[in-house]
């Protein structure tokens, strides 16, 4: 049976960002004690977040801010998905589609 992992969100759970969240991976970073189980890697833990101010950049122009909602680390992602994102992988997996395209 295959697990299924999803966020939960009540339109009150986050305040002042209205009723549609677009959710994106917005940084990352690297934590040497996470290395220690998984091995050398550029990041570790991924930053969750949102345009906190969809309204005024849109309108206004406005320089977007985002709002950081979670952050997704070695105990909320498999280690074959943290594997799978390194820049050496991602780097490899694009040269592989534009050599077939």
Known sequence: MATRSFIKLK???????GLLLIFAIVGERRDARDEQE???LWWTSFYVGCLGNKDEVCRFDDKPRIRIIDTIDRHGISKENILSSQPSRLLRASAVHQVHT
Do not use: F, Q
């Open 38 to 40: 998984l091995g050398k």
């Open 11 to 17: 339109k009150d759970y986050i305040a002042g960002l």
